[in-house]
């Protein structure tokens, strides 16, 4: 499959999920050779996608592209996320930074603050409980189920918790001290705590018994988790491709260790959206019988998606992508996929002194 989606706003992404496909440069335009595929009966095919068009590109996979189809796509400043067939994140190949050196020294020196790295810690913190607190909120406004009300009134202990934890108190990481022991210690339990209770009740809001018990990463041992594992990973691309525009550095968290090779601020930024973009389009599909069990194949206890089932999930991520709300700061309507960057944008504003608080992105 060579998927295009474009929305109103100009932004396309064009997922290349075919194993075997080559990607060549033709003049201004990609095209796709899509080889046969007898399992399937389909013929081998060309798909051509004018450059101007794009402006992402996702891998996935056995495909190839070209040096020429590469320098074609970094000249325009359009960066190619790789991942495993399965959508296991394996790296981006990004334009150059930004220019503006000055935002990332003013990152590179707040990272090296405790007071002000947890300070941003926390706010992301904030962020990501408080909307799965409001999308709990949502969901059983009709359904007046009593164990996701218990988690709701959870996620509020918590949050009053985070809120009581002092930025002024955060020192510099010990190597001798227990990390429990720590002020970001505190911050990660609570953290671990409030997800334990989101998800704890997420079954709660499908329909039909998916086998969903709690959040399992690697691998994911049923269909939801699947899904959320999908959906975050691609999510994380989109956060990574807004802090490569804004000029960030996306291997400097706060939050987020910074490890080598992993987008550390990427993850930071885009924990409150986890539940407003991912979480929201895997009970859209399920709920919706938008997907259903011959969507998904299980291996040695691992679930993944078939082809069919990631075409549709591409499409529904692209589509909540495109979805307008009410900004919470800026009070405009902007897409979701806006609002990421101008959440990576109010965080090198607060870096460099422009606006004196960051508050995380909040629906109500």
Known sequence: MAQLQVWEDGVATLYLTEPRSLVRKDGETLVVHIPEDKDQGTPKRKVRVPLIKVTQVVVYGNVTLTGAALGALLARGVDVCFCSYHGRFRGRLAPPMGKNSLIR????????????????????????????????????????????????????????????????????????????????????????????????????????????????????????????????????????????????????????????????????????????????????????????????EEELGAWRLTERGRRVFLTKFEERLDTEIKHPVFGYRATYRRCLELEVRLVAKWLTGEIPRYKPFVVR
């Open 105 to 296: 020294l003013e990152q590179h020196r707040a990272h090296n603050d405790p007071v002000r790295s947890f300070t941003l810690a926390r706010a992301f913190v904030r962020g990501k409980l408080a909307n799965m607190r409001a999308m709990l909120l949502r969901a059983n406004r009709k359904r007046q189920d009593e164990e996701v009300e218990r988690a709701v009134v959870s996620l509020k202990g918590v949050l009053d918790q985070v809120d009581g934890l002092d930025p002024q108190e955060a020192v510099a990481v010990d190597p001798s001290r227990p990390q429990a022991d720590s002020l970001y210690g505190r911050l990660i339990g609570l953290e671990g705590a409030g997800t334990a209770a989101y998800f704890g009740v997420f079954g709660r809001l499908l329909k039909g018994d998916w086998g969903f018990t709690k959040r399992q990463r690697r691998p994911p041992r049923d269909p939801v988790n699947a899904l959320l594992s999908f959906g975050y990973v691609l999510l994380m691309n989109q956060v990574a491709s807004a802090v490569s525009v804004v000029g960030l550095d996306p291997y400097v968290g706060f939050l987020h260790s910074s490890q080598f090779g992993k987008p550390a601020l990427a993850l930071d930024v885009m924990e409150p959206f986890r539940p407003l973009v991912v979480d929201s389009v895997v009970l859209t599909l399920l709920n919706n019988g938008m997907l259903k069990r011959k969507d998904f």
